[in-house]
């Protein structure tokens, strides 16, 4: 846990299969509501990545973002402030000033490169599952994220990716009765690439535990 981080520079090295079915093998552990085990993953190595990555490139530049699930609609209070800290965080790694609009959308841009990583997994769940499919989806992608950590494999969940969701429905054959929920870029840290520079903070326990115990 201590040692996972959001990798957003990948060296080009395709990981081994074995290893893929390793994490994959570990993280379907996952508890989940009913052991439902709603996850559905497409995955993509070698040129498939690199086809995809140029794909969903392009995909961008046309089409208006439609996420199958809705993206949160504000952000607010504490939830604001760790954002912009850990997006400012990202810009000074990399040396985008405040202002610098041109930049900042660059970084964003390299999101649909998957962040140059070999390997992408979409994570989708059944749309009947609601709000439970997808939470459990989410332990999975922590598992899966804290699995690939213990081989020394980087990862990066992306939002982002799933922005593009009748594109992506469309290009893995994902049903429509799933929702598409978010992606995970996966490879070999460029640990000395500056966006790897920076790692950001959690508050303390105390300020999100509410003790009932007297
Ligand atoms: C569901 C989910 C979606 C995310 N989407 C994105 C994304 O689209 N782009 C990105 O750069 N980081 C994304 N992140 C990474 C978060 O920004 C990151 O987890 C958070 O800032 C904490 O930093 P850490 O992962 O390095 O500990 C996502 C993380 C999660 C869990």
Not at 14 to 28: C, H, N, V
Not at 55 to 70: F, I, K, T
Not at 159 to 169: I, T
Request: charged letters at 20%; glycine letters at 8%; hydrophobic letters at 40%.
């Amino acid at each position: 846990m201590a040692e996972r981080h959001s990798c957003r520079a990948f060296a080009p090295t395709q990981i081994a299969k074995s290893e893929i079915e390793q994490i994959l093998a570990t993280a379907r552990r996952t508890p989940s509501w009913c052991n439902a085990q709603p996850w559905r993953v497409d995955l993509t190595s070698g040129v498939a990545t690199d086809r995809f990555r140029a794909a969903l490139s392009e995909e961008v530049q046309g089409a208006a973002p439609n996420p199958d699930l809705p993206f949160p609609s504000s952000y607010s209070g504490v939830y604001q402030d760790r954002r912009r800290a850990c997006g400012w965080a990202l810009y000074e790694a990399v040396g985008v000033i405040k202002g610098d609009r041109a930049g900042s959308a660059r970084e964003m841009m390299r999101n649909f490169a998957l962040f140059d990583a070999p390997h992408c997994a979409i994570i989708s769940s059944p749309a009947e599952l609601g709000a439970y499919g997808a939470m459990d989806c989410g332990g999975f992608v922590t598992a899966f994220c804290l699995a690939a950590q213990a081989l020394g494999i980087a990862t990066i969940p992306q939002a982002a990716v799933a922005s593009y969701g009748p594109f992506l429905h469309r290009y893995f054959d994902i049903p429509q009765d799933h929702l598409i929920l978010c992606a995970i870029s996966f490879g070999y840290s460029d640990t000395k690439h500056p966006a790897n520079g920076f790692r950001t903070e959690r508050a303390e326990p105390d300020e999100f535990t509410h003790w009932h115990d007297d």
